[in-house]
């Protein structure tokens, strides 16, 4: 899809919503913002849903800090980005290039049946929305998340769509270099709210293995189960590439599946079908064999998933190169820098000569009290819940050091810069940067 010099990229998503889809789609938002695109996300209510207008990003997506708004511009030279959830959406936009991206295909047949059961309850309350159906000529690229996905839409006549596939957390990926076989646990981890009635049955089969369910936990408590965890087992429905076998697998947990949805091809979840079963004919009792088998021997289970884990670790890179492709970038901007000393003269005075001189983007200062403190001062605006440092006519964004490392290891921040440092400056980000994407400069100007 061709880029203008004036293309907006609007990228709709449910406001006040943390689910794998609109992490998805801050995900996007923020790498297309990297390679130096106007890209914003449009947020908008769910069916029948309120959101806060004054603070519309759900706290877990605030790390990314991409700019949202709630009305686009409806021209040609512009692209709008709905997820298969929001098709209904799609009758807004007139002008603009419409991209459809599946993420779910169950999510899809689902909002079709809560747009449509309010009319089945009252057939004359109101005229039936629109919603897409493979009959209509109105989008003009498909992007699929799954391979799932491309088979749903090659059935409905779709015989081609471009694969769209965002990566895992950065939390999972960070930590998912090595694994201390020495810290994992003889237990097995489950989400109880998938297909539990089959799960349930295991459990009653095998009293004496430890299972522990998913439930009321925090994403860092859920990380630290699955660390300590084994196995990881799911026999859900799977409707795309499902998030927690993901962050499992990543967690140094084999994974057990069921065969339904993403989970039955090889190329969504490329685990050896040994591993893989079908609950609605396997018997019970197979299963539990297995989970015994794997915790006997974890270390040869474990080795035999390293290609599902390898695929999930390129995952970011393929990401990018497909978005790359996507929108025909050959050209882009000046690296991002971020500046981690904290919004002082420094930190000023090197924004000031990097945007004199063009080489480096200031985009970020790193200042934990300045970036949790509500100000509006000469030289701190605050906008859409965020503070900046005016340096001319120019704004640089103050972030926490947590979200600073997120968003290098996201790849918004490309470089950080110092001046006049201290040993004890850099050496503070030595934890999580590259040697090379430290930047020193003495003062000379």
Known sequence: ???????????????????????????????????????????????????????????????????????????????????????????????????????????????????????????????????????????????????YVRQFLRLNGVAKSRSIETHMSQTFLSGAANVDFAAKKNFVAFNPRKAFDFTKRLIELAPEIDWRPIQNMSPAQVRELLTAAKIYVDFGNFPGRERLPREAALSGCVILTGRRGAADNDVDFNIPAEFKFDERTVEPQAVVDKIRDVLNDFETAFAAQKNFRTSLLTAQKNFSDALIDAFGLKKFPPPNVALPQGVGEESFLLAEEFFRNGELTPKFIVDDVVAATKITDDLIVREQNRNYLRVAKNLVEVISRDDAEFLYREGRIQKFALLDATVADVDALKNFAAVDDVLTFTRHF
């Open 1 to 147: 899809m061709k880029i203008y010099p004036d293309t907006k990229i609007y990228v709709l998503c449910p406001a006040n919503v943390h689910t794998g889809g609109p992490e998805s789609l801050h995900q996007l938002t923020s790498r297309l913002i990297s390679f130096g695109l106007d890209a914003k996300i449009l947020y908008c209510a769910r069916v029948g849903e309120p959101f806060d207008i004054n603070d519309p990003v759900a706290p877990a997506l605030k790390k990314y800090h991409v700019p949202y708004t709630f009305d686009f511009a409806d021209t040609s030279h512009n692209v709008f980005v709905v997820p298969e959830s929001l098709t209904e959406h799609l009758y807004a936009v007139k002008h603009c290039r419409k991209i459809l991206w599946w993420m779910s295909v169950n999510n899809y047949l689902e909002n079709i049946l809560q747009l449509i059961r309010p009319c089945i309850e009252n057939p004359l309350a109101e005229r039936v929305p629109k919603y897409f159906t493979f009959d209509d000529g109105g989008v003009d690229e498909h992007w699929a998340q799954s391979e």
